[in-house]
């Protein structure tokens, strides 16, 4: 049997796996599509000091920008504009 080694970066957004055991990157550059698909349940970090299980999200559109609340498990919220 022949096993095959994937070398990609934890937080690469583009590397489909098993979501459930891989965490997920959310800052300015992570792509709305990767936004939309964030679910309760997940685990996300905002690459710095929030990290955790998502509780609740939050969406608003201030006719500007989309507006992205993730409370987390520990209370923190990581806020996303784009």
């Given at each position: 049997?022949?096993?095959?080694a994937?070398?990609?970066?934890?937080?690469?957004?583009?590397?489909k796996?098993?979501k459930?055991?891989q965490m997920?990157?959310?800052?300015?550059?992570?792509?709305?599509?990767v936004?939309?698909?964030?679910?309760?349940?997940?685990?996300?970090?905002?690459?710095?000091?929030?990290?955790?299980?998502?509780?609740?999200?939050?969406?608003?559109?201030?006719?500007?920008?989309?507006?992205?609340?993730?409370h987390l498990?520990?209370?923190?919220?990581?806020?996303?504009?784009?």
């Amino acid at each position: 049997m022949t096993k095959i080694a994937i070398d990609a970066p934890i937080f690469n957004h583009k590397f489909k796996a098993d979501k459930t055991s891989q965490m997920i990157r959310l800052n300015k550059d992570t792509p709305s599509e990767v936004l939309q698909e964030v679910k309760k349940g997940d685990l996300v970090t905002d690459t710095f000091s929030k990290t955790g299980l998502v509780e609740e999200i939050e969406t608003t559109d201030d006719g500007l920008y989309r507006i992205y609340n993730f409370h987390l498990v520990t209370g923190r919220t990581i806020t996303i504009k784009k």
